[in-house]
C-alpha cells in the first residue's frame, strides 16, 4: 500500500509525521505501508516569517527528519493527478518524469498570492508571497542605496491592509533604515479598500494596531484600490498618484491550482471543500488539508483559515486519516476549537488574540516575545530523531495554543 502526499509545507510536513506515526502505533513496517512525499525540494520554506529581512535563511531541511521516520521522499513536481487511476504523474527539475500510484492522496499544495489582472502588477510590484519573491525584494531593498534619494526612493507602498500586509508594513521603516542609515526616513503607506484596517481583526485588537501604525509613521489609504502600477510608483482608485520606488502587493491568497484536477466542489478561494474527516467527498481515495481544503473547524460555522496555525493541525488529521483507512482503523474527525493569532507590529511590538472574536491578550513587548517565540520554534519541524519528531504529530496536540 502506498500513501502519498502532495506538498511539503507546514500540512504536508505534518500528514507526513502523523501517517507515520499511526503506522509505528500499528506495529506495520514501510514494507506494508509506504509514505511519500511528493515536493520540489525536502525544505519548509518558513513562509510566515517572510516579511523579514534575510529571507534566505528561513527555511528548513525536512531531509532529515523524513529519514528518521521512513517517509520516502520523491523529488518532483505533480504535474497531472489522475483521480481514476489513482496515480500522480511526477516531473523532476531535470525534466525526467515518473508516475507514482498511490492507495491514499494527501493534496497538501498549499495556496498562493491572488494577482489581479491590474495594470503594471506583474512588472512593477514585489510580495513575500514565496521565498524568490522575498529574496528579490530584499535585494531590491538593499539597491535602494544606490539611487538618488528621490522620486520615490524612500517610500514602500503595501497593497492590502490584512495580516500580511500590516506585518510587512510595520517591519519595514527598521529594515529601511538599517540600510539607508539610521537618519533615513522612510515612507510606508498601506492601500486597502475596507473602511479599515485589520478588516478581519475586529474592533477589540485595531486600535492598539492603528496606534502602532501611528507611532511606526505609517500612512494608511483606507476604501482605496489599485489602478494601476508604473516605474514612478502607483495610481489610485480615488485618483491620487504616489511616487514610490517599491510596491509590495499583500492582497489575498487563492489555493494552488492542483486543487482543479481534482473533480469535486471548490470555493471561491479554490479550496476543495472536505468533509470532517478532511476526504474530498466523491473522489475515492482522496484527503485535502492545508490551505488546499475548506474544513469546518467546529460545528458553530467556523473554518479553517489560510494560516500556518490551521495547515499544522489539519494537515496531521488528514494524514492519519489516510493511514488509517489503509490500516484499517477508524478515522479521527478534524476540530480546531482553541484559536489564537499573533500579529507582529515590528518595532511596536506585536499584539496576541484568542478565539475566533479576537480576544485581545497581550499586546506590546509581551506579545512580541511570543510572537518570536511562535516564528523561531514552535513552527519550526521536530527534531530529527524517530520517537520525538512521532511523538510531535499527535492530532490532539497538533495546534493547540
Request: some cysteine.
Amino acid at each position: 500500500m502506498r500513501l502519498v502526499i502532495i506538498g511539503a509545507g507546514f500540512a504536508g510536513m505534518y500528514a507526513a509525521l502523523s501517517a507515520a506515526r499511526l503506522r509505528d502505533i500499528q506495529g506495520a513496517s514501510p514494507e506494508d505501508l509506504e509514505i511519500a512525499l511528493v515536493a520540489p525540494e525536502p525544505t519548509l520554506v518558513v513562509r510566515p516569517r517572510l516579511y523579514e529581512h534575510k529571507p534566505e535563511t528561513l527555511t528548513a531541511p525536512l531531509q532529515d527528519v523524513l529519514k528518521a521516520i521512513d517517509v520516502v521522499y520523491v523529488q518532483g513536481s505533480a504535474e497531472t493527478i489522475d483521480t481514476r487511476s489513482r496515480a500522480v504523474d511526477i516531473e523532476a527539475g531535470d525534466g525526467t518524469k515518473k508516475r507514482l500510484s498511490y492507495d491514499r492522496l494527501v493534496l497538501a499544495t498549499g495556496s498562493r498570492l491572488f494577482r489581479p489582472n491590474i495594470p503594471g502588477l506583474a512588472e512593477h510590484a514585489f510580495s513575500v508571497d514565496k521565498l524568490d519573491d522575498a529574496i528579490a525584494l530584499d535585494r531590491h531593498l538593499h539597491n535602494l542605496v544606490r539611487r538618488p534619494a528621490r522620486n520615490g526612493r524612500d517610500t514602500v507602498v503595501v497593497a492590502g491592509g490584512g495580516f500580511t500586509g500590516i506585518e510587512v508594513a510595520t517591519e519595514i521603516p527598521a529594515r529601511l533604515r538599517a540600510i539607508l542609515g539610521k537618519d533615513a526616513k522612510p515612507r510606508v503607506v498601506i492601500v486597502d479598500r475596507n473602511p479599515a484596517i485589520a478588516p478581519d481583526m475586529g474592533s477589540g485588537p485595531r486600535p492598539v494596531i492603528e496606534e502602532a501604525l501611528r507611532k511606526l509613521g505609517v500612512e494608511t489609504r483606507l476604501g482605496a484600490g489599485v489602478e494601476a502600477l508604473d516605474k514612478s510608483g502607483i495610481t489610485l482608485s480615488t485618483g491620487e498618484h504616489i511616487d514610490a520606488e517599491t510596491v509590495i502587493w499583500a492582497a489575498g491568497m487563492r489555493a494552488a491550482p492542483s486543487t482543479t484536477q481534482i473533480p469535486a466542489e471548490r470555493d471561491n478561494l479554490g479550496r476543495l471543500l472536505v468533509d470532517r474527516d478532511l476526504r474530498v467527498p466523491g473522489v475515492a481515495g482522496v484527503f485535502a488539508t492545508g490551505d488546499a481544503a475548506k474544513a469546518a473547524c467546529d460545528d458553530l460555522g467556523n473554518y479553517a483559515l489560510m494560516s500556518c496555525q490551521h495547515a499544522t493541525r489539519m494537515g496531521a488529521f488528514a494524514g492519519h486519516n489516510a493511514a488509517a483507512e489503509l490500516l484499517g482503523v477508524p478515522t479521527n474527525s478534524y476540530h480546531q476549537k482553541a484559536y489564537a493569532t499573533c500579529l507582529d507590529l515590528g518595532e511596536a511590538g506585536a499584539i496576541f488574540t484568542r478565539g475566533w472574536h479576537r480576544k485581545l491578550e497581550l499586546v506590546g513587548d509581551e506579545a512580541k516575545r511570543t510572537k518570536q517565540q511562535i516564528n523561531t520554534v514552535w513552527i519550526y519541524p521536530p527534531r530529527a530523531e524517530r520517537a520525538a519528531a512521532l511523538a510531535s504529530a499527535d492530532p490532539e496536540r497538533v495546534g493547540e495554543v
